[in-house]
């Protein structure tokens, strides 16, 4: 467990916790302390699903622009590539993943969020990539992964800005999948990641690679990839257990072990 960032695990749902006052900024430590334990998350197994939070005021207001702004470019060149590597680490979980939305998640904060599979937002959310008005661009995801979520011309609109949106717009334009109230939104993400516990861990996690993995190539080669993942869990005690509950009991009753 790190200083700013931490572990919480009830009831099979994993929280990363945010936690580093006033406005949880992304320094060199924050960035640490989330790769390693979202590489911890991945790898318990009393972890089935994991929440992303900030708390109730915010979710994070980007990088620590102090620590960046005295960087040289040789220091730059290390320190970048540590910048992908946070969200790299919380995108390669290989369980159903959220972040619970509120305040501002601009810059590094948002591109921590677009590390996740889904994103709910308060209703009091501002999101938006506003490195361009520091003479730099994204660099930690957000020119990548943006992209990929809500298409290139709208990516290339907040980019270029930097403007933040609200929730509603984001709502709108596919950055964030549902938006609540603040004082809600954290508990209708657990209660999305609840779900999953319980569930075929293995073949949840061979659908989110399928799925990610098949985003970057072509469409046969996701195919194969699909075919290879698809394969593979014939050899896994759930998928026996599922396919023999089906065929007993109707849909929907098998207890998986996640083996």
Same mark, same amino acid.
Request: one cysteine or more; hydrophobic letters at 45%; proline letters at 3%.
């Given at each position: ?41 991945? =790898? ?37 590539? +540590? ?5 790299? #680490? ?14 501002? =998640?601009?810059? /590094?904060?948002?591109?921590?969020? +677009?590390?996740?599979?889904?994103? %709910? ?5 501002? +999101? ?20 990929? +979520? ?11 800005? /930097?403007? %933040?949106?609200?929730?509603?717009? =984001? ?29 075929? #861990? ?11 993995? /098949? ?18 869990? %014939? ?22 072990? /996640?083996?």
């Amino acid at each position: 467990m790190g200083e700013f960032v931490r572990l919480e695990v009830s009831d099979g749902v994993g929280t990363i916790r945010l936690d580093r006052p006033k406005m949880n900024a992304l320094d060199a430590q924050v960035q640490r302390e989330l790769a390693e334990v979202s590489r911890e998350a991945d =790898a318990r197994d009393d972890v089935a699903a994991v929440v992303v939070y900030g708390g109730e005021r915010v979710f994070a207001a980007g990088a620590d622009v102090k620590e960046m702004a005295s960087m040289p470019y040789a220091t730059m060149v290390k320190h970048a590539h +540590l910048l992908q590597d946070f969200t790299r #680490a919380l995108a390669a979980i290989g369980k159903p993943t959220v972040s619970a939305i509120t305040g501002f =998640a601009l810059g /590094g904060g948002c591109e921590v969020a +677009l590390a996740t599979d889904l994103r %709910f937002a308060a209703d009091n959310a501002k +999101l938006g990539q506003p490195e361009i008005l520091l003479g730099i661009i994204p660099g930690a995801g957000g020119t990548q992964r943006l992209s990929r +979520l809500v298409g290139p011309a709208k990516a290339k609109d907040l980019i270029y800005t /930097g403007r %933040f949106v609200d929730a509603q717009e =984001a709502l709108a334009i596919g950055l964030v999948d549902q938006v609540h109230p603040a004082d809600e939104v954290y508990a209708k993400a657990v209660e999305w990641a609840s779900q999953f516990v319980g569930g075929p #861990a293995l073949a949840l996690r061979a659908a989110k690679g399928a799925v990610d993995r /098949g985003l970057e190539v072509d469409l046969q080669t996701g195919l194969d990839i699909e075919r290879g993942e698809f394969t593979g869990l %014939f050899a896994t005690d759930d998928r026996a257990a599922g396919m023999t509950s089906f065929v007993e009991n109707g849909p929907g009753k098998a207890t998986f072990t /996640g083996s």
